[in-house]
């Protein structure tokens, strides 16, 4: 796969998923919503319609085999739904998609095959959860949940309801990625003992602001969801990334995409203990998370690290330029998202959505060299083709919610170690808890405000 261009990869699998025989059921599974021709186009529900949805929305409707129809647009913001929605009636030329501030009414509807789930973090386990007891499949943005307990949750009912769930780490579906796998597993880097992962940017602190009204159309109750009751706050609704009752700051957000790459990559699981420590340095203000985290997960016979800074604008995510370059690759130092991976053998440098990767050695030589590489585009297009062929095939995801839930726990871990004062966790696989602290039990998952929960049985 790694040898073919990235045209040829999607053409190909665009034409495997759509030539099945006429007759066969768009999800091969005697429990679906309904039985459609594997040429019907796919019926869509977009639940959020942010930046994020909407980046999603137009790229399952630019793909070029046609297969997709958006059938319903779901924000609590009534007036960027409508936006969507009729950016959606263009581009695929029809009746606009119905709008919605409810998602659930979206999983009422029988005729929707999948979800799409695009909103704030706190609620991609619930809508995933209530989707797939609903018979829909899913993709959800990552990070897949905003704390340890739920994405088991998330697995029980993909599982029990034999559904599709993609995660949105589309590095996974990377041509480059699998061929950097390849390499790793064909032993040419050696025995792996250490690996670091980078996430580093500007995001700057903001200013504390009184709650207030919440403005108009936009559905509050729903948008805090399971949350604790609160008033709305204008920095809740805009800096939900930075407080602890929405999400866990960006190991979570945007270092999820580098831990899960490397995590793949490396082949580990679970980790025996978690070290975290760091702070909020750099500016004063209203964020709850760290501008600064260090996190050290010890794996048998192998050291695994995360490192996080948010006011260091030096640092570059890989330009657009790069992403689409078959050639181009970053300037590894100042790479903000880069992962390294050592060997006994050598040097891999890996960079997500569309970095590719460079292996080093020093063959008697002062300096060292590229020994191999590889190289490919953004993969947003390769893992949205490999979801909807998963939903004709029934085959599992690049990106399964088992992989995802997994990759997750370890930032979950790390952040439950930080706001313990960097207390060191000890892990038992088995049942993926936290061995012997109660305070760190306790932020093992919240207490859902209902009519939002996620039952204990799924």
């Known amino acids: 796969m790694s040898e073919l261009t990235r045209r040829e990869f999607l053409d190909r699998s665009a034409a495997a998923g759509l030539g099945w025989a006429a007759g066969a059921t768009i999800l091969a599974n005697p429990q679906s919503v309904r039985a459609a021709p594997a040429n019907h186009k796919v019926a869509l529900g977009f639940i959020g319609a942010g930046g994020r949805g909407s980046y999603l929305c137009e790229g399952f409707l630019a793909r070029k085999a046609k297969d997709c129809h958006i059938a319903w647009v779901a924000d609590v913001e009534v007036h960027r739904a409508q936006a969507l929605a009729e950016l959606a009636a263009k581009r695929q030329g029809s009746r606009a998609p119905k709008v919605v501030q409810d998602f659930r009414t979206i999983l009422d509807d029988r005729k929707v095959d999948a979800v799409v789930v695009a909103t704030p973090d706190h609620w991609h386990a619930p809508a995933t959860v209530w989707a797939c007891q609903a018979g ?222 460079q292996v080093f050695t020093r063959p008697k030589l002062h300096q060292g060299v590229v020994v191999a590489q590889g190289k490919s585009h953004f993969p947003d297009p390769e893992h949205k083709e490999n979801f909807l062929q998963c939903l004709r095939t029934r085959k599992t995801p690049n990106a399964d919610i088992e992989e995802g839930h997994r990759s997750v726990l370890l930032s979950h871990f790390a952040n439950i170690s930080y706001r313990l004062g960097g207390q060191k966790l000890l892990i038992d696989a088995q049942s993926e808890q936290i061995v012997g602290n109660d305070q760190a039990m306790k932020l093992y998952r919240r207490q859902y405000r209902k009519p939002y929960v996620i039952e204990e049985q799924v």
């Open 136 to 357: 829909k499949d899913v993709y959800v943005e990552k990070p897949p949940t905003s704390n340890c307990w739920e994405g088991r949750k998330m697995v029980e009912a993909a599982r029990k309801y034999r559904r599709i769930v993609q995660v949105g780490t589309q590095s996974r579906s990377a041509p480059s990625n699998i061929a950097a796998k390849e390499y790793i597993q064909s032993g040419k880097l050696g025995k792996i003992h250490f690996c670091r992962v980078y996430n580093q940017k500007e995001w700057k602190n903001f200013p504390a602001v009184p709650d207030s009204d919440p403005p108009e159309g936009l559905y509050w109750d729903m948008w805090n969801g399971p949350a604790p009751e609160h008033q709305f706050n204008s920095n809740f609704f805009h800096n939900w990334h930075h407080f602890w009752r929405y999400s866990g700051g960006d190991i979570v957000n945007d270092g999820i995409h580098q831990i899960d790459l490397a995590r793949w990559l490396v082949g580990v699981d679970y980790p025996k203990s978690v070290y975290s420590t760091g702070g909020r340095f750099a500016e004063a203000g209203a964020a709850e998370t760290p501008d600064t985290q260090m996190a050290v997960f010890d794996f048998p016979e192998m050291v695994f690290t995360f490192e996080l800074t948010l006011y260091t604008p030096y640092m570059l995510k890989i330009s657009p330029k790069i992403r689409d370059s078959d050639s181009e690759f970053p300037y590894w130092l100042q790479c903000a998202t880069r992962i390294e991976i050592y060997g006994t053998k050598g040097l891999m440098i890996v960079g997500r959505h569309g970095g590719g990767w």
